[in-house]
């Protein structure tokens, strides 16, 4: 599945190529076209998830910006727009009895009971405040924009994501009722993913949806937590 969505998005930039070649000059001049470009910020959480990551919609988010790179016109209403930004996803969980945890024998990545928690029913003190998990990416979004009207856009395309960092971090009261962080970096995240966006634009607001059909994180390290993430949110485009 990894491996036909990345050929997929390699055959999108290729045909979108060869359509450069045979369009006229005129049409195709080499433009910056920021519309699609700018901040975006946007909730998070994972499908297909096991029941006890209970990943945590309202408090979940990932923002990320876009910078143009290219943006031919292949026809006056209908736009290739190539971009280059970055992205930080955040998965947040606030069970009192749970949180992500790592296995410093063999570097797997589980959800259970902590292991810093004697008593994790005692309510003020061995609970769990939150703890999330987080993966920060070099973004490559390949869109294509069909202008309606010259507000209105709709927006679709594969966005490659090169997953350069991910990390753990939990907020808790351990057992004596003194409150703690535990951070740990080396989350085991996949080098290589793909996002599908839709998006709509109403002048320099654009409502998004992304869907991420791949793992997120390696299935040697971490082989419960095979999810799939879906975003929405708002992009303020430049």
């Excluded at 061995?126 to 009207?149: H, N, Q, W, Y």
Aim: aromatic residues 14%.
């Amino acid at each position: 599945m990894k491996k036909l969505l990345v050929m997929f998005a390699m055959l999108l930039m290729g045909s979108s190529a060869m359509i450069a070649q045979s369009t006229t000059k005129e049409k195709l001049k080499d433009k910056i076209d920021d519309d699609l470009a700018g901040f975006y910020y946007g909730l998070n959480t994972a499908l297909g998830a096991p029941d006890n990551m209970n990943v945590n919609i309202g408090k979940s988010w990932e923002i990320g910006f876009d910078l143009p790179l290219w943006s031919p016109e292949i026809t006056k209403s209908f736009l290739f727009h190539l971009n280059l930004g970055f992205n930080w996803k955040n998965f947040r969980s606030t069970d009192a009895d749970r949180s992500f945890e790592k296995d410093y024998t063999n570097n797997h990545v589980y959800v259970g009971a902590p292991k810093y928690l004697n008593n994790a029913a005692t309510g003020a003190k061995g609970c769990v405040d939150f703890s999330r998990m987080k993966i920060f990416s070099l973004t490559l979004p390949i869109l294509f924009e069909l202008r309606a009207s010259e507000k209105f856009s709709i927006v679709a395309g594969p966005i490659l994501n090169f997953n350069l960092h991910g990390s753990l971090k939990t907020k808790y009261w351990n057992d004596r009722g003194e409150y703690a962080v535990f951070t740990s970096n080396g989350l085991r995240q996949e080098v290589v993913t793909v996002d599908l966006k839709g998006m709509i634009v109403w002048d320099k607001l654009g409502f998004y949806c992304k869907w991420s059909p791949l793992r997120q994180l390696k299935e040697d390290y971490s082989p419960t937590l095979d999810f799939k993430g879906i975003s929405f949110g708002l992009q303020l485009c430049m």
